[in-house]
């Protein structure tokens, strides 16, 4: 069903001369076995956190990026 939707979808952006919102391409790497893990698989949460929150991690990019001159100072 995902692989006749992304062919779906290029085939109608095609028509309507726009870029597909989904392609066999994203459904290939939607499909891939790494992007999941068996249930049985995960590490319990108790067992390992992230040491850097969403917020933080973010902040830290951004600043490496304008530090190293990959985006503008505000």
């Given at each position: 069903?995902?692989r006749a939707?992304?062919a779906?979808?290029?085939?109608?952006?095609?028509?309507?001369g726009?870029?597909?919102?989904?392609?066999?391409?994203?459904?290939r790497?939607?499909?891939?076995?790494?992007w999941?893990?068996?249930p049985?698989?995960?590490?319990h949460?108790?067992?390992w956190?992230?040491?850097?929150?969403?917020?933080?991690g973010?902040?830290?990019?951004?600043?490496?990026?304008?530090?190293?001159?990959?985006?503008?100072?505000?």
């Amino acid at each position: 069903a995902w692989r006749a939707a992304g062919a779906a979808s290029e085939a109608a952006a095609r028509l309507a001369g726009r870029a597909p919102m989904l392609s066999r391409g994203k459904v290939r790497e939607i499909l891939h076995g790494d992007w999941s893990v068996a249930p049985g698989r995960r590490v319990h949460p108790a067992r390992w956190r992230p040491q850097v929150d969403l917020t933080r991690g973010f902040e830290e990019t951004v600043a490496w990026y304008r530090q190293s001159g990959r985006l503008p100072r505000l």
